[in-house]
Antibody, heavy 116, light 108 residues
Framework: QVQLQESGPGLVKPSGTLSLTCAVSGGSISSYNWWCWVRQPPGKGLEWIGEIYHSGSTNYNPSLKSRVTMSVDESTNQFSLKVTSVTAADTAVYYC??????????WGQGTLVTVS | QSVLTQPPSVSGTPGQRVTISCSGSSSNIGSNYVYWYQQLPGTAPKLLIYRDNQRPSGVPDRFSGSKSGTSASLAISGLRSEDEADYYCATWDDSHVVFGGGTKLTVL
């Protein structure tokens, strides 16, 4: 059964770049279609960041599109997220997950990234 | 301001039936499947309902989803204390996923 684990710095300076990686275990990243990132600011709701197909095609949230880049590395069974020019508003728990078009399952446990 | 509108909170007593609404538009709910997620305190969200009304394996049949036009609903019958959580609806809209603002369910 597929499991996901986020990793990356927990603290990023304002105007810097947030970089996270999601390690997929229990299955090949190439065996499924879409992989995505979702974030949740403290005490607030879920915000979809975007999704990436194992071949590299992407769809991004229009509100974040200019600052977000996703990539996939089939050789290491991982996919990644970069968000540039971060501000305090980007402080959130970031989740990686399998899924596309709204069907998101399973989710990683999430990692808190603070911009300060 | 979320594209999908959910009530901020609902409550019920054990054994009761509650419903959570999710209102959208023709570009999202009206033309795409709706998904529901349950987020227990301090944990990652979990898929509860997919494709409007389908339950993943392991989800009790106390949980049911429905959709009509541009609105969807999640019903929870036989309410239990462990159902106390945040619930989110989600769907596709113009090449991206949108979530509702979330509904906090309190079991009194």
């Amino acid at each position: 059964q597929v499991q996901l684990q986020e990793s990356g710095p927990g603290l990023v300076k304002p105007s810097g770049t947030l970089s996270l990686t999601c390690a997929v275990s229990g299955g090949s990243i190439s065996s499924y279609n879409w992989w995505c990132w979702v974030r949740q600011p403290p005490g607030k709701g879920l915000e979809w960041i975007g999704e990436i197909y194992h071949s590299g095609s992407t769809n991004y949230n229009p509100s974040l599109k200019s600052r977000v880049t996703m990539s996939v590395d089939e050789s290491t069974n991982q996919f990644s997220l970069k968000v540039t020019s971060v501000t305090a508003a980007d402080t959130a728990v970031y989740y990686c997950a399998r899924g596309g078009t709204g069907w998101i399952d399973p989710w990683g446990q999430g990692t808190l990234v603070t911009v300060s | 301001q979320s594209v999908l509108t959910q009530p901020p909170s609902v409550s019920g007593t054990p054994g009761q039936r509650v419903t959570i609404s999710c209102s959208g538009s023709s570009s999202n709910i009206g033309s795409n499947y709706v998904y529901w997620y349950q987020q227990l305190p301090g944990t990652a969200p979990k898929l509860l309902i997919y494709r409007d009304n389908q339950r993943p394996s392991g989800v009790p049949d106390r949980f049911s989803g429905s959709k009509s036009g541009t609105s969807a609903s999640l019903a929870i019958s036989g309410l239990r204390s462990e159902d106390e959580a945040d619930y989110y609806c989600a769907t596709w809209d113009d090449s991206h996923v949108v979530f509702g603002g979330g509904t906090k369910l309190t079991v009194l």
